[in-house]
Nanobody, 122 residues
């Protein structure tokens, strides 16, 4: 079993910054892509950014130039640096990871964290 634990959410004023972290633990052989998704009230969950094991990144158009995703493979941790936050960034942010587990037989599964709330308001 694999657990993803997010941290770093909170209340911030418009224009402010927050840094989210997500640490994976458990039965991990390796981790493929890791990413951040968000879900605002009344809306569907959407991709914010993701990053491959090799460091290639992908961002939603709405956050390009403001958010930066990074990862520390040694720590099985992914980060999301969020700058110039806007009220429309308010949402629950979820961490996702495609994790390879096993011993002689390996398999990949997607795992989700429980989410961390980010509120952007004055």
């Amino acid at each position: 079993q694999v657990q993803l634990v997010e941290s770093g959410g909170g209340l911030v004023q418009p224009g402010g910054s927050l840094r989210l972290s997500c640490a994976a633990s458990g039965s991990i052989f390796s981790i493929n892509a890791m990413g951040w998704y968000r879900q605002a009230p009344g809306k569907e969950r959407e991709l914010v950014a993701d990053i491959t094991s090799g460091g290639n990144t992908n961002y939603a158009d709405s956050v390009k130039g403001r958010f930066t995703i990074s990862r520390d493979n040694a720590k099985n941790t992914v980060y999301l640096q969020m700058n110039s936050l806007k009220p429309e960034d308010t949402a629950v942010y979820y961490c996702n990871a495609n994790v390879v587990s096993g011993t002689r037989i390996y398999y990949a599964m997607d795992y989700w964290g429980k989410g961390t709330l980010v509120t952007v308001s004055s």
